[in-house]
């Protein structure tokens, strides 16, 4: 490599690291173990209008006596509502996408392409006639659904984006769920590259809480299309990777009920009498190579109780996300290399490791294991929120279920 290709190659190298790759909040070392991954595109089941759809305020809970072993599928398909998305930005200019329930009636789709939110000089790079888009069941800017509905944060990893698990808030979103994503302008991926910084630097623990600040605003301001829509006593957070870290330092805000935290352990240096006393969910692949599974069983034993722990088999780092859909099940790793970066690639080993982890054998195809992320942080955040009085199929009654064996254990 000549010194004069040198600084294209870290450009490329840098926007490689494409999927939260550290489970730790705002350090640099967060950065330099960054993931990629990217392109098949994968359409989950249509959404049904709903009938008679529950909300937090009119939901029945379930009985005491079912068999829980039953419902280890119970939140696998889409709930009773379309799903409606829309674009907001808070105050400083960060952009955030919101995903709810829908009124009846509302149909499309969504497709997002991963290339569109790299910096410009790294997009002209990725030119490969390959997929590198997602889409799902949504419909942009909808009329919402009648009824008032609880909130779940969303905090993307490092080199990740805003829409980057669009499989799973879609997904929440269709069992009367608002979910909330800001992007992280200190860590994702448009920023990634080399000398390419934010306008505004935020924490992104911070990013969370200002858009929780927008979304209750925004249900209490008259003709907004959320007025009345929020349900503001029951919030909860979830994120991957690096932000399974900012979630933690989120949730000791009082307004947050409680959070999942996805291929992640706790932020550098927590102090545990500071993390938060609310009720958690650990969930990991036994295959991540990034955010190894024995750091998120210590973060399970080290909260508060009560906490829920899943290791997913099969799964790696990129499996609870949409990256590894790309570049059909290769991952922004199998992008690059169709665009002809697979010299640079082979000089660049531990970011080809990154960048593949959880999309390439020996890990299952994530088309697979999607289904058992939806249920388990669906489950979850309804029990959090009271809408089911006992927690459908989570428990250790359920690990043996699934297509791939889960790891369960309760404190």
Same mark, same amino acid.
């Given at each position: 490599?000549?010194?004069?290709?040198?600084?294209? =190659?870290? =450009?490329?190298? #840098?926007?490689?690291?494409?999927?939260? +790759?550290?489970s730790d909040d705002n350090s640099s070392s967060a950065q330099t173990s960054a993931t990629t991954a990217a392109a098949q595109t994968t359409e989950p089941a249509s959404t049904t209008p709903p009938t008679e759809a529950p909300t937090t305020?009119?939901?029945?809970?379930?009985?005491?006596?079912?068999?829980?072993?039953?419902?280890?599928? $119970?939140?696998?398909?889409?709930?009773?509502?379309?799903?409606?998305?829309?674009?907001?930005?808070?105050?400083?200019?960060?952009?955030?996408?919101?995903?709810?329930?829908?009124?009846?009636?509302?149909?499309?789709? &969504?497709?997002?392409?991963?290339?569109?939110?790299?910096?410009?000089?790294?997009?002209?790079?990725?030119?490969?006639?390959?997929?590198?888009?997602?889409?799902?069941?949504?419909?942009?800017?909808?009329?919402? $659904?009648?009824?008032?509905?609880?909130?779940?944060?969303?905090?993307?990893?490092?080199?990740a984006f805003r829409v980057a698990s669009s499989f799973l808030t879609s997904h929440l979103a269709s069992w009367g769920i608002i979910v909330v994503s800001p992007d992280h302008p200190t860590r994702d991926l448009y920023h990634s590259a080399?000398?390419?910084?934010?306008?505004?630097?935020?924490?992104?623990?911070?990013?969370?809480?200002?858009?929780?600040?927008?979304?209750?605003?925004?249900?209490?301001?008259?003709?907004?299309?959320?007025?009345?829509?929020?349900?503001? &006593?029951?919030?909860? =957070?979830?994120?991957?990777?690096?932000?399974?870290?900012?979630?933690?330092? #989120?949730?000791?805000?009082?307004?947050?009920?409680?959070?999942?935290?996805?291929?992640?352990?706790?932020?550098?240096?927590?102090?545990?009498?500071? %993390?938060? $006393?609310?009720?958690?969910?650990? %969930?990991?692949?036994?295959?991540?190579?990034? =955010?190894?599974?024995?750091?998120?069983?210590?973060?399970?034993?080290?909260?508060?109780?009560?906490?829920?722990?899943?290791?997913?088999?099969?799964?790696?780092?990129?499996? @609870?996300?949409?990256?590894?859909? @790309?570049?059909?099940?290769?991952?922004?790793?199998?992008?690059? &290399?169709?665009?002809?970066?697979?010299?640079? %690639?082979?000089?660049?080993?531990?970011?080809?490791?990154?960048?593949?982890?959880? +999309?390439?054998?020996?890990?299952?195809?994530?088309?697979?294991?999607?289904?058992?992320?939806?249920?388990?942080?669906?489950?979850?955040?309804?029990?959090? @929120?009271?809408?089911?009085?006992?927690?459908?199929?989570?428990?250790? &009654?359920?690990?043996?279920?699934?297509?791939?064996?889960?790891?369960?254990?309760?404190?």
């Open positions: 490599m000549t010194s004069s290709y040198r600084p294209l =190659a870290l =450009a490329v190298a #840098a926007a490689l690291l494409f999927s939260a +790759c550290s305020t009119e939901a029945e809970p379930t009985t005491t006596t079912i068999d829980q072993a039953s419902l280890f599928d $119970a939140y696998m398909e889409p709930g009773p509502y379309p799903v409606g998305v829309t674009m907001a930005s808070i105050d400083n200019g960060i952009r955030v996408e919101i995903w709810y329930p829908a009124v009846e009636g509302s149909t499309g789709t &969504e497709t997002y392409d991963a290339r569109d939110f790299v910096a410009p000089a790294i997009k002209a790079l990725l030119t490969a006639d390959i997929p590198a888009t997602f889409t799902y069941d949504a419909t942009r800017d909808a009329e919402v $659904a009648e009824g008032s509905f609880p909130v779940v944060l969303n905090s993307h990893g490092f080199s080399p000398q390419i910084t934010p306008d505004v630097v935020t924490d992104p623990a911070d990013d969370l809480l200002n858009s929780l600040d927008l979304i209750t605003a925004r249900g209490t301001t008259a003709g907004d299309m959320f007025e009345g829509h929020v349900d503001t &006593e029951h919030v909860g =957070a979830m994120g991957h990777s690096a932000g399974g870290g900012t979630i933690i330092v #989120a949730s000791t805000d009082d307004r947050i009920d409680g959070y999942v935290s996805m291929s992640s352990g706790l932020p550098r240096d927590a102090d545990p009498s500071t %993390l938060p $006393a609310t009720p958690s969910f650990f %969930l990991t692949g036994t295959l991540d190579q990034i =955010a190894d599974i024995s750091r998120t069983r210590e973060a399970f034993a080290t909260v508060p109780t009560p906490s829920l722990f899943w290791a997913i088999d099969g799964v790696g780092h990129n499996g @609870f996300d949409d990256l590894c859909t @790309f570049g059909n099940g290769t991952g922004i790793i199998g992008v690059a &290399e169709a665009s002809g970066l697979g010299p640079l %690639l082979d000089s660049l080993p531990q970011i080809r490791s990154v960048g593949e982890d959880g +999309c390439l054998p020996p890990a299952v195809p994530v088309a697979e294991t999607f289904p058992i992320v939806k249920h388990a942080v669906t489950a979850w955040f309804l029990h959090l @929120f009271g809408v089911d009085e006992m927690p459908k199929g989570l428990g250790p &009654e359920v690990a043996d279920s699934y297509s791939q064996p889960v790891t369960i254990e309760v404190r």
